[in-house]
């Protein structure tokens, strides 16, 4: 028996719909059949789209502590994926990487959740995402370079000021109190 899930990891939108989908695919490849090893598709940024890649992991151990290693199926000596696993459970650095081995995502999980630094990188080799996670929510300042926005979440959702940017001019400021829209503010072109 053999599990299929669908990864999507590439540069994300800002919007919590996108995100709150992408988070839950994540977190179910890290920690799902632990009985049997597990084939998973790896959505890559390729020159404007996304191409899948398919993954195949070993089955999860139960050892205190190892790193769980899923490689690119169409050449197995390439590694796709590394994951800390601690008593089972998600733990310590997440790496994701391009089929040529450069990164394509950092992350930290602190046992079974997200809760560190998230960074997403472009073919390129630039930062496109930056931010970080406190128990599975996003926190703090979130950058999403190739979209032009930076913005604070606290708790998970929208909080401060979220600044937009086009050629790297501001072009409006929003204001968030716990995920709701208090005020927007345009600048003119």
């Not at 890290?30 to 993954?55: C, E, F, H, K, M």
């Not at 490689?71 to 000596?77: G, I, K, L, M």
Request: glycine share 14%; hydrophobic share 35%.
């Amino acid at each position: 028996m053999t599990c299929m899930r669908t990864i999507s990891i590439f540069p994300l939108c800002g919007s919590r719909g996108a995100f709150g989908m992408v988070l839950c695919l994540v977190c179910s490849l890290v920690i799902g059949s632990r009985s049997v090893a597990q084939p998973d598709t790896l959505w890559i940024p390729d020159q404007g789209g996304v191409v899948p890649y398919v993954v195949q992991y070993a089955p999860v151990r139960m050892d205190p502590q190892y790193k769980r290693i899923g490689h690119f199926t169409f050449d197995t000596t390439k590694v796709a994926v590394e994951l800390g696993f601690k008593r089972g459970q998600t733990s310590g650095i997440y790496r994701a990487f391009y089929p040529d081995g450069r990164p394509l995502i950092f992350a930290v999980y602190g046992f079974g959740s997200l809760h560190g630094d998230w960074t997403e990188y472009a073919e390129d080799g630039s930062i496109t995402l930056k931010g970080q996670y406190r128990q599975g929510k996003r926190e703090g300042l979130w950058a999403f370079r190739k979209e032009g926005i930076i913005g604070h979440y606290k708790n998970g959702e929208k909080h401060g000021k979220w600044k937009y940017f086009v050629n790297g001019r501001q072009n409006r400021q929003e204001k968030f109190r716990k995920g709701a829209l208090k005020r927007t503010r345009t600048f003119g072109q």
